[in-house]
């Protein structure tokens, strides 16, 4: 699977656009971009993926360049119970002989502030 | 509630005791997981199962066995406790992700410090 990198750490104020970036400029047209999040010790909670398109849920937006080597995830509008560390994660699809391992790097360390 | 389920939450051991981190869910998932996880650091992956009678080993798995008996339950069993295996783990459950499943879900942990 490419590997990912991300900032360390990134700050946003509280109500504004948390914009988190993820390079994998290796990526596979068959691998998947996830992202999941780990609030202080809890368990990771995911919180959405794609491949080629935009997405958005009820708790971010996905948005991945044309040519796939990086994404961005938004939280559009920051909370503090949004602080925690999120993972990006790239994986192949299962169909072209992907594994179910999932492999977790360092994650970006996000503090929202009041 | 349905959910992973990880007990016990809290764990003291003596080096070379034995123990079984329990790990249950009811989801009916096919995908079951054991990370570890050491402070200041990412998840790392211990084993996995892709259903009942099937484990694989993942990136650490030196000092554990696991078996999958059921769909439900997937036990992490550290055979001689060392302080290296200090540490706090997580269980996770999903859907296959062949089936084009979303994300996993994980427990709430077990920490465990071994003395």
């Known amino acids: 699977d490419a590997k990912t990198t991300q900032p360390p750490s990134m700050d946003c104020a509280e109500g504004r656009a948390a914009n988190l970036p993820c390079n994998h400029s290796?990526?596979?047209?068959?691998?998947?971009v996830y992202w999941y999040r780990q609030i202080h010790s809890q368990g990771p909670q995911y919180i959405i993926h794609?491949?080629?398109n935009n997405e958005t849920n009820e708790m971010a937006s996905l948005i991945i360049t044309e040519d796939r080597k990086s994404s961005t995830l938004i939280l559009p509008h920051a909370t503090l119970r949004d602080t925690a560390v999120y993972y990006c994660?790239?994986?192949?699809?299962?169909?072209?002989?992907?594994?179910?391992?999932?492999?977790f790097g360092k994650g970006t360390k996000l503090t929202v502030n009041p | 509630n349905a959910g992973v389920t990880q007990t016990p939450k809290f764990q003291v051991l003596k080096t070379g005791q034995s123990m079984t981190l329990q790990c249950a869910q009811d989801?009916?998932?096919?995908?079951m997981s054991w990370y570890r996880q050491d402070p200041g650091m990412g998840l790392r992956l211990i084993h996995y199962?892709?259903?009942?009678?099937?484990?694989d080993q993942g990136e650490v798995p030196n000092g554990y066995n696991v078996s999958r008996s059921t769909t439900e339950d997937f036990p992490l069993r550290l055979l001689s406790a060392a302080p290296s295996q200090t540490s706090v783990y997580f269980c996770?459950?999903?859907?296959?992700?062949?089936?084009?499943?979303?994300?996993?879900?994980f427990g709430s942990g077990t920490r465990l410090t071994v003395v």
């Open positions: 794609g491949l080629k």
């Open positions: 994660i790239v994986r192949v699809g299962l169909t072209q002989g992907g594994s179910e391992k999932l492999v």
């Open positions: 290796t990526i596979s047209g068959n691998e998947y």
């Open positions: 996770a459950s999903g859907d296959l992700f062949r089936t084009g499943g979303n994300g996993y879900t």
């Open positions: 989801m009916n998932h096919e995908y």
């Open positions: 199962s892709v259903g009942a009678g099937i484990t």
